[in-house]
């Protein structure tokens, strides 16, 4: 598995967009792609989970944000103060096609997490094509601002050997389109079934 350079990467996304393309877009600075890491930015869209709300999480079931959090507008060029303890999702401004041939790798710029900003990191799958839904935690002792556009995470994407047989759009269980009307956060697993089976087993057990 080859780590793509910053050259590798202006590459592939000058390709053509038929076939199975590497998108990332819309870059506005070409300064964003360096090194072997394109960073990516926060939408205008952001939603600030609700405080003092009496509600339990299965994490095994669909949990849509909407329902848990306010959504919050920010037009560009305003700011907005995430707090210590506070946590906050938004999405990436660009939107991203990964080809069946790479996988992608997000994480935290390194300059924020210094300052106690935590933001989830992950694995963008072969075939994933929708924008990257991001956490932050405010883990440090002061209000943080945060501002739309601002880059938050980093990308580095690597090409595989041969392209996988089971991409993103082939698991057994993805999460729907990206709709902040309707954001759903978590499904049920495939395994479910599996999950429940054991917990009747112990309801029998108890009841005996």
Known sequence: MALLSDKDIITELQKPSEGDPLI??????PNQIYGTKVDLRIDNELFRFKQGLKLELDLDEEIILNNCADRIIRPYGEELVLFPGELMISYTFEFLR?????????????????????????????????HLVISFFNAGGFPMI????????????HRLESKVV??????P??????????????????DSDILASFKDIRSKEEQT
Do not use: C, Q, W
Request: glycine residues 6%; proline residues 8%; hydrophobic residues 45%.
């Open 24 to 29: 990332i877009h819309p870059i506005l600075d």
């Open 98 to 130: 990964m080809p069946t041939n790479m996988v992608g790798r997000f994480e935290a710029r390194a300059r924020l997490a210094k300052l106690g900003l935590i933001t989830s990191s992950g694995i963008v799958d072969p075939g994933f094509a929708d």
């Open 173 to 190: 269980a993805i999460r729907p389109k990206l709709d902040p009307d309707n954001l759903v956060m978590n499904i049920a697993d495939y």
């Open 146 to 157: 945060l501002r739309p556009l601002m880059r938050v995470v980093s990308l580095s994407i």
């Open 166 to 171: 089971t991409d993103f759009r082939k698991k």
